[in-house]
């Protein structure tokens, strides 16, 4: 039963062909999933000026540039996440138009300007030179969904005063997402000097007993500190959502 | 938006004072969760003979017994799983005529007769005397959900001729139920003797490198023998219910 | 003790050479085993219409080759599992008539037509686009196996509208095969909506903490939802096979 | 060199005997830490109103008296998570005034009235009724934080309809703090009907391959619907006070 | 088809009303497992001496006692394992006559005198103070099955020149049963010194990152001495039991 | 062969009965585990002004006060660790003149004054109030061992104003101890402060992902900074013996 | 002190330049590490016809080759293990007369005829064709160190009739390597059929929840057969070295 | 307020236009991460001849050339660790001078003679000829950082021998580091012999169930012998650093 088959039945009850008892019945059990109008909206966020994420891994070349494609005849933005240089260079050769942010391994297109909605500023924190690209992500992800984004890199524990030196910043950010790997101390400690939410994001970086970001993903989910929240190991687009999200409250 | 509000909706198409095409753009845009007559049929077990089950494991008597005169009064059968003799004796204080089934740890109330409505054999097989509790779990289960079930217990590997010595009843049956600690390595053995279903199921029965019945599920999820599928450590009902499903397609 | 010891003793039996009494105590004693005739019937399978199975993995193109050269001599249908294109283009060099289904990873060859043996609809559903792989491998089992199969594919849960629109066709399957990476929350979602067996397929899409399934394996075992049994990560083909056991019940 | 220090150091400069070159050279290499007027403010979250808040688990009922005497005497106002009945009792006799909230396992003492600052309504939501107690931690959290928390309890996605149809709620909500078991499904689908930050929080709730919360945590670590956080297993108070940050940005 | 199926079938051939040939074929296909006379021998280890054993972890005292009085009537040895001293009180009260042996929580009951049937010396050795439980099970079972044993106790790899101080006695073992918690090293030390089979058996002894015994386990898997085989945690009884194979050979 | 056998054999070179080549070649073949004479010294620590130590636990009242009595004897000092307020009663009815030390855990016989051998101050940090057993522990244990020990404790990293405030406290110190459970994160910090060897310990603080310590300890082996080393969960005594022989060098 | 200095001080008694019990004294207090004499004999292997063994994995072919060397020298066999074909082709050019053996991975030099000193037959089982690298592996080892070495492979359980229909090979052999991937079932069930000791090998062969061999790991050491003792995974010569050792006794 | 802001409220204090007091007040308020001479010194290392240490892996080789240079133009001394040897050679075509320690994976430039400052000995063990890499990332680091440092390798438990041959060396060491893959006993056996700190370092070496290093770790955790403090899985680097800082105090 679709859009028609409702258009039918109205039309029956406005003529008295079908009583008002009668078409209540029938569309008491008319199944929902075949309405049609009221499938979710999934365009919700495209709506609000977020651009359409691609997830470049695991995808062939020739299947992104399609799906950039088919997006930017919607005039939406594009996000394109962990897409290799090589990769890029491929789909460079079947789509033009996206910018590569190496730092970030991802390609964006900007179908229209993005608006700054989010209300403060989103902090994106980071351990060592090694977390960068998780950073840059959740950095790109944030200004693509509308935040005025900072960086505050290479702030690992080990060195404490590189985070002291830099709490105004930290104070005036109202999100923050802080990103370390191997023990991945350094959102306890950041969440400790603020009382904004911290979203914090485990990255692979280390060997041995890191067993790939376990170690740090552990160490933030025991937080001591409160108001730490966590996303996947090397999730930054993740946590520049999340961040985005929480931005606009 | 209720059935009130659709009976409105459908009173003013009939009076003509709502066109065909005003009552569509309303109707689609009122959303499916209001609907009420939308709202997926919960008590489809319930239809089906199948008893209302309470999982008793972290209940408190007062709660189990509350529970189960509420199911009472709907005439519904009832099954209370993972239930200690010791807590059994306090619902009885509480709510009368439970039948208490020790080896299952299980108590029971028939409302309604059980019908049997499934096709062939239920068999459940278990390797060792200490599998028993989640096998009785399980031959209860598939019992008040109204199928045949037979019993095939203490037939290890370890002693591949207990099994052999049994393949007519393997044979004869429709699904089976398979149920072993330790290292888990009944299913296979069962499996590659049956053209039938088999439903696995690790117990939590061994100690040190078992893990708690860790070991048994991982072989079990490995096994060499097509047609095995898995359930949770000592989940004799979900294996149980499992079958019965099957036992009626 | 082979047949010719058998009809020896017979023969002494026949003649009178040998007591019944003698020759039942030697019978006794004569290790089944070395029986010969009483092998278990290793091509059950094959007689009921079911293809022989090659899992490609680990397996060099010549030894492929051979197999399936083998196997097509008895008649019987052939399929090969994780096979990859490249590999497929060297069997092919091999021996002809292969062919190759690049979403499955699977080549099929077929000795003698399939015939429908399978009661009902077999619906295979998938969470994400990159779970197609394994999906499609269940689906080419399931065909394989004389089984109507249907697809309902990219319905996740973090769009929930997507399964729901499609309940009539969950509802229509006698079996359903459901498969999804990530958190592995489709099986229990699905499960929830129908009073069907769902084999639920966790598979290695994701990153971090997925380890590699690992999360969406325990997602499944752990599943809210009764009637959900699980198989082995990305195990396509036992999904398969078990669903089309179930289906001939 | 503390506060004294510095008043006579200032006195000399103030009397010449210093000149303000050799003041700031003194300075300069006086530890910060010495200093005591810097230190970090520890009460940030008194002064805005939040309580103060002991971890009740592992605790003795003398010490937690102690504190919350301690605490009374700034007239601030205190919740003590982790309590258990029994020790609740212990702890009466020795300090009057606490409020038990059993659902929370928790205790309060109200020394001036909560006002609601945070901006929207903190949305729990929980899965099964084993995980209200650590729903009810975060509705008690969130609540003591000065937020309007509403519940939505026991809306598990086996049956998604109980979800749905309380979609209005979820839209309605500024923050919603997710709390599932087992699986951990839920939050992956709430996150996907809403456009607002998810906290989830992974339960003990489950046996066996639930490994004490693990599957919910790895599932929810893996959500496939943008936007979700995580926060230690049974953690309702830590997503609690998360939610009341982000819902004063 | 039992026995007296066949006696039927053979009086046939006996009485010429079958022939031979028809007599074979039939006997071709009656399943070995309905043979009776075909079933493996369980009593094997009984006739060569060995005990019955019983495993009391896990079994009430009722059922205990009733299992030694059973295999008494047999007239064989029994061994009952992993009993505590407060349930041995509770079987002494119920059957008579057994046994107890404190440092190995097991009982005997000895029906007819163990012969030495093994060849050489089973040497049990042992790290720790602490491992001496599980290594007095070994030493009871491997004397339980008529090996002569010999004890090395607390010579753990800290204080080396405490096994060198015994090489002699190493020396002459036929077979070493080498058992340590902690980091599990002990045994291969010992593999180096002695070119005889060592069952390396891991305790729980430890705590914190022993993580029950995993560590010693994975240790000893992982020996760098060559001759090295394992048994699960704190299985002194498989070790014994397996170092009697040996020893008979 | 002991020192008996060695001196009839030097007396027969003496008197010339044995030739010195003989005797060389009689000595090259007795096995050194023999000589008695050179068994490892395993008194060092007891020479060195070093306590003995006991494991309590897991030792009955009993045993442990026979081993304090045997060592009693040898005018040792005695270290009694991991014993309970209640086994400590026990102990106390057994043996006389041990004193308690109830926040370590443990206890103490002074049989002759402890002198303070280790160079410089051995400083133990904790970060919350719950690791205070633990490092009681180790600080009980540094003092036995003769050294200068100080305490700085429930300075965890999310108020780091609380260890800065005490750098020069911890700038003072030859050995670190710190000890953390939770995210195990302070000695990342410590250990980025000074220029001493630092001695992490993590201890089973926490809950749910903590898993008993191990979200700690990987933290720790992760450690950012450079000259942390790392103890097993819960080892007090380890780091405090091990700060020892470093206070020593 | 070597043998000279010892040698010295002999002849300084002989002369009666040294007491006895000087002489002593000084023997006294020499470290027993530095008699040279007293060096455990590691050629023990080699005296007794052994291999000297060479892991290949990890090792450069121009380590191989001189290590190669060095052994023929010596005139000793060498097994090389772990070798690839493509490594082995680099070690040939810089060492002649190695023979390799493709289906073992490894490589053998025969400078001396092999005895046959093992007492029974060992005899090495697999369950997969995926499994035979590390049975040849075992075979290998075990015929090289002297043994009569038989094969049984592709025998896994779930084709029981594969295992039984070999009853009699089972039992005539002394000593049992029995190797599978997967669930790692066919130890358990071999074991039940013989009353020898059977050495269990994990295979990495699986996928998916195998997790590279742990699956097989687990279930071979929960083994419900008693007799069994396990190895690393994949450890076909380990396997092979020790059932040598037992063959021996 | 930087130092300017302090001259300038020092000179007002001067110039009696701000009392003693009022100033003191505003110095309490200025945050102290703004005052600039308060930072930490993270020159420490260098001022004590410590090298500048580059983690080679994960950088680009323009990166570390880059790094290289700048820490060149301070006269520092260089340390690059995990440095292939072909990313060496794309480094030494963009910066000149740097020495490459094959042996070590790393490179080294020297901008000033290093002084031996270390007190002892540093003694750096391993078990086996595979281990060598970290042994000597151990080594070449505490040489960089002034100390004397000897070797002693290739002694692992499997000959004990090994390790009592050269007793005198251990007991002559100062620190030890001692590096083992596969059981990791090398430390335990070690620390039993000398009483001086032993740092232990598990490696990666091994395979199966040594699961990259984690059965060292752990049994190096869990070592019976006191005074064993751990480093991170194939972490030379890290415990080369760790000796060096205790070989100063």
Redesign the interface.
């Known amino acids: 039963m679709d859009?028609q088959d409702?258009?039918d039945l109205?039309?029956q009850?406005?003529r008295?062909k079908l009583?008002?008892?009668q078409?209540?019945a029938r569309?008491?059990?008319f199944?929902?999933?075949?309405?049609g109008?009221?499938?979710?909206d999934?365009h919700?966020?495209l709506r609000?000026g977020f651009p359409e994420?691609i997830m470049g891994?695991?995808k062939q070349p020739g299947e992104i540039a399609a799906i950039v494609r088919a997006i930017r005849r919607q005039k939406a933005n594009v996000l394109v996440t962990r897409l290799s240089a090589e990769n890029m260079a491929k789909v460079s050769k079947l789509v033009s138009g996206l910018e590569y942010h190496a730092a970030a391994r991802s390609a964006t297109w900007i179908g229209k300007p993005i608006k700054i909605t989010g209300?403060?500023t989103v902090l994106v924190v980071c351990?060592?030179t090694?977390d960068i690209p998780v950073a840059e992500e959740a950095v790109l992800t944030a200004s693509m969904m509308g935040n005025h984004v900072e960086k505050l890199f290479d702030v690992?524990?080990?060195?404490?005063?590189r985070?002291?030196?830099?709490?105004?910043q930290l104070a005036a950010a109202?999100?923050l997402v802080v990103i370390a790997g191997?023990?991945?101390?350094l959102p306890?400690?950041v969440?400790?000097?603020v009382?904004?939410?911290v979203?914090a994001v485990?990255t692979?970086?280390?060997?041995?007993?890191?067993?790939?970001?376990?170690?740090?993903?552990?160490?933030?989910?025991?937080?001591?500190?409160?108001?730490?929240?966590?996303?996947?190991?090397?999730?930054g687009?993740?946590?520049g959502?999340?961040a985005s999200?929480?931005?606009r409250?």
Do not use: W
Request: with cysteine; glycine share 16%.
């Open positions: 859009g409702i258009l109205l039309e009850v406005r008295g009583s008002v008892t078409a209540l569309l008491r059990h199944p929902f999933e075949d309405l109008f009221a499938k979710v999934h919700r966020a609000q994420v891994h695991g209300k403060g351990a060592g090694s690992g524990v080990a060195g404490i005063h985070i002291l030196g830099n709490r105004r109202s999100v191997m023990e991945g101390a306890s400690v969440a400790g000097l009382d904004k939410p979203i485990p692979s970086v280390g060997y041995g007993a890191s067993f790939n970001g376990l170690a740090a993903l552990l160490g933030m989910l025991n937080s001591c500190a409160a108001g730490v929240t966590v996303v996947n190991i090397d999730n687009f993740g946590a959502f999340a999200l929480i931005n409250i």
